[in-house]
Each structure stands twice: as structure tokens, then as C-alpha cells.
């Protein structure tokens, strides 16, 4: 696997765990521990070269539908203060599923096109 993409995948799983662990004040903390750790887990797996594709395309495509059900109709911006909290609240969840779902369906690419070569 091409050094850039293993590097980045090992990144993006620390930053999946740091993410992890900044739930702790979430109104909703467990599932977002959750899905941050499945997510840490999932990028170190393709790192590993022990993820198949259709998981990554599965868990790419479900982070995607997620952001997108969960997004408001009203977007307000990120920051407190520039809107209603609720809707400031889901934009960045929604938000952080987009991450997490463009990162997956790139890793799902790699390893259906890329991987052996």
C-alpha cells in the first residue's frame, strides 16, 4: 500500500479516537463515542490491509445518509451564538459524518482499485 494512504489512514484513526474522547460533554455521548471508535477501528483495519471493500463502502455510504438525515433544514453556521444551538449542533454532527463517510468511500476505492498494486 502507497506510504501517503497508510500514513493518512493511521491519522485519521487518531483523530477518529481524539474525537472519541471529546464526546464525553455531548449531550449524546455514547453514540458518537461509538461511532467515532467504529471509525478509528474501520481506518486502522485498511491500514492494516484487514478491512474488505464492501465493509468501507457500507459504513461510506451509511456515514453519508446519516449526515444528510441528520442535517438541519435551517443551516445556521457552526458557532454558538450565530444561531439557534440545536440547529448549530446537528450542522456539525452532520457535518463530522460527511468526514467520516468521504474518508471510507475513498478508502473503499483504494482498496477495490488500488490495493494490490
Do not use: C
Request: hydrophobic content about 55%.
Amino acid at each position: 500500500m502507497n506510504l501517503l494512504v497508510k500514513g493518512f489512514a493511521y491519522i485519521f484513526g487518531v483523530l477518529s479516537i481524539v474525537s472519541a474522547v471529546l464526546q464525553y460533554n455531548d449531550p449524546d455521548p455514547l453514540m458518537w463515542i461509538v461511532i467515532y471508535g467504529v471509525a478509528a477501528v474501520l481506518s486502522f483495519g485498511f491500514a492494516l490491509e484487514r478491512i474488505p471493500f464492501g465493509i468501507l463502502l457500507v459504513a461510506g455510504i451509511v456515514a453519508l445518509a446519516s449526515g444528510w438525515y441528520l442535517f438541519p433544514e435551517q443551516f445556521q453556521g457552526f458557532e454558538v451564538g450565530n444561531g439557534d444551538i440545536g440547529n448549530v449542533e446537528e450542522a456539525r454532527e452532520a457535518v463530522g459524518l460527511f468526514i467520516v463517510g468521504v474518508v471510507h468511500l475513498f478508502f473503499a476505492i483504494w482498496t477495490r482499485y488500488w490495493r494490490k498494486s
